[in-house]
């Protein structure tokens, strides 16, 4: 597994090789990372990145030139051809599905954009997917594309202690794509608050059910979204239903 990612802040990536899951796991040598910097990529004294938009308007428009060269310099240190993703407000929604593509796919190649935007034609030509973290605007890429590192490195083999832990995440499409159940821990009462009875129970099948039972109701109040995409999909089964009913979850 290997990420390059294309930033003006390399050094902010160092959050990713230090403590945590992605930090042991890059010590163990199960992910790579490379970093490339646009302004290696200039020729004038000011290292310029950026310039004013065709067309007047506010802020500065990222140059294509320094972003290609960067592009190529990480294409020609990889072992097999990635995917080129912008990190932009106006790309697809990442979700755990293409967690799992990266994943299967050896990693990706990550632009992240500064200033007003990216100039169209560097897109045009390089950029095989533009992502989004959801519907707001933040400073650059960086963050999202650590997002996104973060989410597909916690599911290499080797990666968490508990390889089940994954497998039982909430989003994770290769159960149900539904929320998860919520967790309790010691002690068992705590503040007059009790663990729920059935998690006390020892009885493995009634737990179980009572996870399945909270996971549908959580998505059903929180991403009824999920819930629907679960049964257009035929995850949800006759006791699910039935579960649903009684609580006003009738299908459209």
């Not at 040598?29 to 004013?52: S, Y």
């Not at 294509?64 to 912008?86: G, T, Y």
């Not at 594309?145 to 909430?170: C, E, F, H, T, Y």
């Not at 959580?218 to 609580?247: C, H, I, N, Q, V």
Request: charged fraction near 25%.
């Amino acid at each position: 597994m290997r990420f390059d990612v294309i930033t003006l802040f390399p050094e902010m990536f160092a959050a990713l090789s230090g403590p945590g899951i992605t930090g042991r796991a890059f010590k163990q040598q199960l992910w790579e990372l490379g970093l490339w910097n646009p302004r290696d990529f200039t020729h004038d004294v000011h290292r310029t990145v950026d310039d004013r938009p065709y067309g007047g308007g506010p802020g500065m428009v990222m140059l294509a030139d320094p972003l290609e060269q960067a592009v190529e310099a990480a294409r020609a240190q990889r072992p097999q051809s990635a995917p080129v993703m912008l990190m932009s407000p106006t790309g697809k929604r990442f979700d755990q599905a293409m967690a799992e593509r990266l994943l299967h796919g050896g990693g990706a190649i990550l632009v992240c954009g500064r200033y007003e935007g990216v100039d169209q034609r560097f897109i045009e030509r390089c950029v095989s997917d533009e992502v989004s973290m959801g519907d707001f605007v933040l400073s650059g890429g960086e963050i999202p594309a650590m997002a996104i590192m973060d989410s597909v490195i916690r599911l290499l083999p080797g990666a968490l202690n508990d390889a089940d832990s994954a497998k039982q995440d909430s989003f994770n499409e290769s159960l149900t794509g539904l929320l998860d159940s919520p967790h309790y821990t010691r002690p068992e009462n705590y503040k007059e608050q009790m663990v729920p009875s059935e998690l006390l129970s020892g009885h493995h099948a009634k737990i179980a059910v009572w996870r399945r039972q909270q996971s549908l109701a959580l998505t059903w109040r929180r991403r009824p979204d999920l819930l629907r995409r679960a049964r257009e999909a035929g995850l949800l089964s006759k006791a699910d239903e039935k579960f649903l009913a009684t609580l006003g979850a009738t299908p459209d």
